[in-house]
């Protein structure tokens, strides 16, 4: 995503919305929080409020440049819209993310709609799981 990309959608390109862009491209994980945001501009001493980051995230999500999502206990997490369908698996233990996508579980949402009689037009599908490694390098330790 870039300035044309916000132009396009009929935003005015800002210094906050260009300063929380950068911080969604550069993360480390594609799922990026709204205090994660504000955390890494404060510790480039960048003076954007988080109000303003949620406001900037909700233009950016309602003009489908971001995907918002409850990953992790209900917390939001925002992810740029490549425009991929995907759905997630979330480790209830280390909280890593795996983005899948399957087509055996498309097929069926599919079919479960239609034997209802809906068309499925949308659908975000979150499975939390438990790591089943002994020493998950995910986990993060005290």
């Not at 795996?98 to 498309?106: A, G, K, M, R």
Request: charged share 25%; glycine share 4%.
């Amino acid at each position: 995503m870039n300035q044309q990309d916000i132009k396009r959608v009929g935003l005015k390109v800002t210094v906050p919305r260009l300063k929380i862009l950068k911080i969604m491209e550069q993360a480390d994980s594609r799922h990026v929080t709204a205090e994660h945001i504000h955390k890494k501009l404060t510790l480039k001493d960048e003076n954007v409020g988080l109000a303003t980051i949620y406001n900037v995230l909700a233009q950016f999500e309602a003009a489908g440049l971001i995907l918002r999502r409850y990953l992790k206990r209900g917390q939001a997490c925002y992810e740029i819209n490549r425009g991929d369908h995907h759905d997630h698996m979330v480790c209830t233990q280390c909280g890593r993310i795996i983005e899948f996508v399957d087509s055996t579980i498309e097929d069926r949402q599919e079919a479960i709609a239609k034997k209802h009689g809906f068309t499925l037009n949308d659908h975000s599908l979150v499975m939390y799981v438990d790591c089943q490694a002994n020493n998950c390098k995910h986990l993060k330790h005290s």
